[in-house]
């Protein structure tokens, strides 16, 4: 009994020396850290930032946004909010009697597709609430928008994470050019 | 100076509802919510006698975010990212838990691709899950360093998951009829690597920790949990098979394309803490067994159905589907009216029903062995309270 | 006679000032120390941005915790509750006098110097336990609970282990158990006593509440035991303390078994303080590699194991001795 109870815990003092050895190898093995503020992680890759636009190939200065609304329906925190300018024969319709909602309805079908193309006014992301799930880049049916790789970010304030994102689009758009 | 630590009448609610008890010679000791080893939120109500735990009564509701009252809102696409919040240990079973619920009810058909894509993302999930537990356990139980070995491999997996899923903890991976991106052979490779580079890992693992003789000495018959008691309450997961019954979602329900592959399920019939800490060390290495399986029969085709419903509109009618989640079975019981947004959606939590063993086990304990039994239960508590 | 009083007060006085700067300056180095190892061992780069390879960052701990409210628990007894820290520090200043740094360096040499440790390292019990008690709080209650009988079980083997040198040496003067080893390393008592060290080491580790024996703070049982209500310069001297309890077990482990400031080629007390702190490096090791044991098993390991091996010990030394 006694025997067995000393060997038992002899063996857990050799079990505490391996530990203790485990712990001096990687006392000297290499750091897995980065010094951050210095140093970055590489591997930004794939993550997900905030969103973004994305602009015309042809005008980097406009965003490929068609202003469908999309993204605003689909976010589960609505924190995607778009204004635009109404296409013209809407305007028309609604400056027209609203009672006879049938008759420009089908004229906006017949209207070229060029003028009823409503413009992208501002597009505002309130990132505070967003939870980065991706629905709206996949929702939306142009690709107008894409994931930045702005990860490192930080604030007092809130309104700091309200991005007006035509608004960086055109800022960004500018920095290229120069 | 007056010591009188035991007629606290100012206590809230709860300290007031548990204070009544026939000794005298008891404290009673409010361990939480903010408590270094309850893990979040958690509050527990100990009587304890010197050392000697006489009651324990968990109490709950400090992280409770309406989940459930969510899903009746919002719409199913917009549920997505919500149930990645409630065990965010294992993000992606509980998404692969509603979004099989809607599929079910839909009757889509998932890509195999898809399927496989899913085991493979989930099982590397589990092992970030079980990871982390590992960690916080010996954190628990006095031991600091093991918690940022198991996070420098962490972040390994948690770099390969950034790549296809985007975020490193609050997956939103899934979709309806697929997942939202396709891995690519670096992906497989990296993979591949990793289980490679955590199969030296876990000798390590064993040397510093396992076979530690001060681990061993709080670990084994501590929180002795019977098979009954585990059917009692309904404790899944590593918890029933630490205590002998071999229970897994994944061979007992077989979802998605876990039938093809040969994994053992590890059981221990010791039903201490330390039976469940070896079926957790034990599933880490299944789980690799499985990704290496996956990876090496992986089909082409599409990553998610061509046909996938951008807006989920499931008929009217129930459905129920259950997943292995690192905790334990993770269920979705979805009914719909037909319209777009679930009629009521029941989530059950498999930690709810570990920690509810919690009482009964802890009380005769001391306050050293209650962590102990807290941490191999394994809880996340944003998923308990939901 | 009447001019040797006040010199030998002097001496005494310029040495307690300069334990104290010993005592701050060690703690500086150890919280650097023990943050840099815990940092290599977890493969990280511990402190870094406080000055270069971040060596200030104790200055910038100190710092915080003087410019913290120091804050005193409702229905405390405030008056015992700020003592605590303090008679947690004092006597461990007290018990650098009596250690022989180097041949010449000792403030004050005395035959009892060995017990005048033993008994100064006692207190700390009694700080502990004031602590504990006056915070009135459940969680500083069960941690000067463990603390007072933790102390108080390992008292005895420590004495127990130290015996065995006692009557090797016939003195308990720390200046003459020095002298009494060799230069050498198979001249120091640890090869003549192995078990006694490994004992005293054990204990010392114990009755310094280091880790895995840090039961009266186990922060993830009783958040942080005896000193959980203390802030700001309260809780500093307690770290404090802690620490200058740690490099005097450290000091008294290096006299008694590793010959003190004596070693090859040229004695002095750069081999005592490198002793010292191998000797502390390692407990920091240890600290950073082991879970914390139970507390009946800590009891345990003192009752079952160390007193039986410690009398075991001394008497198979006692019969060497008498043959």
Known sequence: MIVKSIRENLGGMWSLLVGLRVTSINFFRPHVTVHYPRQCVPTLEGYRGHIELVPLEKDPLKSKCIACSNCVKICPTSCISLKATKPKKAAVAEGADSPAAKVPSEGKKEAPVKKAKPELQSFVLDYNYCSLCGLCVQSCPTGALEFSDDVYLAGFTRQEFVFDLLARLQRQAQKKEQ | MKLDLRLDTSGDFYAQKFQPTKREDTLILNMGPQHPSTHGVLRILLEIDGEYIVRAEPVLGYIHRMHEKMAEVMSYPQYLPNPARTDYLHALAWGWAHVGAVERLMGLEVPERAEYIRVITCELNRINSHLLWWGAYLLDLGAFTPIMYAFDDREIIMDILQRVTGSRLTYCYYRFGGVSKDIDDRFVAETREQCTRMKERFKMYKDLVTDNYILRQRVEEIGEISVNACRKYGATGPVLRGSGQAYDVRRAEPYSVYDRFDFNIPTYDSCDAMGRYMVRMDEMQESINIIEQALDTLPQGNFIHPKAPKRAKPPAGDVYFAVEGARGKIRMHLVSDGGKSAYRLKLRAPGFSNLSLFGEVSSGTLISDAVSILGSLDLVIPEIDR | ?323
């Not at chain 3, 943050?35 to 870094?48: M, Q, S, T």
């Not at chain 3, 083997?157 to 090797?168: D, E, H, N, Q, T």
């Not at chain 3, 139970?294 to 001795?321: E, G, H, M, S, Y």
């Open chain 3, 1 to 323: 006679m009447i001019e040797a009083i006040p010199t030998q007060l002097i001496i005494i006085l310029v040495g307690l000032a300069a334990t104290m700067a010993f005592v701050g300056l060690n703690a500086i180095l150890l919280v650097y120390l023990e943050r840099k190892v815990a940092g290599f061992i977890h493969r990280r780069p511990g402190p870094y941005e406080v000055g270069p390879h971040g060596i200030l960052q104790p200055f910038a701990d100190g710092l915080k915790l003087v410019g913290k409210q120091i804050f005193t628990p409702k229905g405390a007894d405030s008056v015992l509750f700020w003592l605590a820290p303090m008679i947690s520090m004092a006597p461990a200043i007290v018990c650098f006098l009596v250690i022989p740094f180097g041949p010449n360096v000792l403030i004050f040499n005395t035959n009892v110097g060995l017990v005048l440790i033993l008994a100064f390292t006692g207190i700390n019990v009694l700080a502990l336990c004031i602590a504990g008690w006056t915070s009135q709080n459940k969680y500083a209650l069960v941690g000067a609970a463990r603390g007072v009988s933790q102390s108080v079980a390992y008292e005895i083997p420590l004495l127990l282990a130290v015996l065995p040198i006692i009557f090797m040496t016939g003195t308990f003067n720390l200046y003459d158990i020095t002298l009494g080893q060799g230069a050498w390393p198979w001249q120091w008592f640890i090869v003549y006593q192995p078990v006694a060290f490994v004992i005293f080491f054990i204990c010392a580790l114990a009755e310094t509440n280091r880790a895995p024996f840090d039961l009266p703070e186990a922060e993830s049982e009783l958040t942080a035991g005896f000193h959980t209500e203390y802030s700001g310069m309260g809780f500093a001297l307690f770290f404090l303390s802690e620490y200058a309890y740690m490099v005097i077990a450290a000091c008294v482990t290096a006299v008694l078994f590793l010959g003190g400031f004596q070693g090859p080629v040229v004695s002095g007390w750069w081999w005592f303080l490198a002793k010292v702190y191998i000797l502390l490096l390692i407990m920091i090791w240890i600290r950073w590699t082991f879970p914390r044991v139970r507390f009946d098993q800590l009891l345990n390991i003192c009752w079952k194991w160390l007193i039986p091996l410690a009398i075991i010990n001394l008497l198979i030394t006692l019969l060497v001795i008498a043959l």
